[in-house]
């Protein structure tokens, strides 16, 4: 069984930088896609950020292309979200989540992924 804990949430004013965590349990971490995901009160959840099982390859939503940056550390079976640059329509829990396999089509889709974590929460003032 895998588990996914998120942590590095918190309050911070838009313009401001965080860094999200997700470790991973219970599973082989480096054979498998990551990803993070988001939803904001009211909406539906939508994709962020995808990494491949190296870290060779990322897929962004546009809305956070440049400002966040995913990646991983397969020794330490952790993946990151660095978010700069952070605005006010960034603030939502942030989720991470496994994927199925190595590699995932199409990455943005949540059904291409089979584990989450509890989610931690991202709040941007402005």
């Known amino acids: 069984q895998v588990q996914l804990v998120e942590s590095g949430g918190g309050l911070v004013q838009a313009g401001g930088s965080l860094r999200l965590s997700c470790a991973a349990s219970g599973g082989t971490f480096g054979s498998y896609a990551m990803a993070w995901f988001r939803q904001a009160p009211g909406k539906e959840r939508e994709f962020v950020a995808h990494i491949g099982w190296n870290g060779g390859s990322t897929f962004y939503a546009d809305s956070v292309k440049v400002r966040f940056t995913i990646s991983r550390d397969n020794a330490k079976n952790t993946v990151y979200l660095q978010m700069n640059s952070l605005k006010p329509e960034d603030t939502a829990v942030y989720y991470c989540?496994?994927?199925?396999?190595?590699?995932?089509?199409?990455?943005?889709?949540?059904?291409?992924?089979?584990?989450w974590g509890q989610g931690t929460q991202v709040t941007v003032s402005s």
């Open positions: 989540a496994k994927g199925k396999s190595s590699i995932v089509y199409p990455p943005s889709f949540s059904r291409s992924y089979d584990y």
